[in-house]
């Protein structure tokens, strides 16, 4: 996939079908358009991409287990400790947009680190059109048998 001009379709796990970027392809060619069901997202989607054990590139064996969350996960649903604590820290590094605010506390909550929230210093708030917000969906391993992830808002 080249960048650019380039006559050939961007294909993968983050390229869009028809340079539309309000949609997703799954490996096998299936086009998901926004919005994206959650289990069509972690299931269709994830699971076409899903490199399998054996055909990894990487040597380094992981306990880490692949899966798809069970359901979303957003700040608040995090411990009311965990809560303020990344809450708290997000605050300080001046994060004020609510989404970028949301992000941050989830980032840092379930990463454990404070740096995480050095990310958002910088980062320019979402583009939003009529109530909606374009947020990237990402999944973050908390236990290697559990993962969270990021809300996703529907956006163009």
Known sequence: MGLGHGARQPRGLLGNPNRNVNQLVTSNGVVLTEPVAFTDLYHAYADSWRVQPN???FTEATTI??????????????????FAHARAICTANH????????SC????AVLNDEAAAKVFIT???PFTSSSRS??????LPLEPDQQ???PRSRGR
Not at 65 to 82: D, H, I, V
Not at 134 to 139: H, R, T
């Open 55 to 57: 055909q990894s590139l």
């Open 65 to 82: 287990k692949a899966g798809s969350p069970s359901s979303l996960f957003f700040a608040t649903n995090l411990k009311p400790q965990e």
């Open 95 to 102: 994060i004020t947009n609510k989404t970028l605010l949301d």
């Open 105 to 108: 506390t989830l980032d840092t």
């Open 123 to 125: 980062t320019r708030p």
């Open 134 to 139: 374009c947020v990237l969906a990402v999944s």
């Open 148 to 150: 969270f992830q990021r």
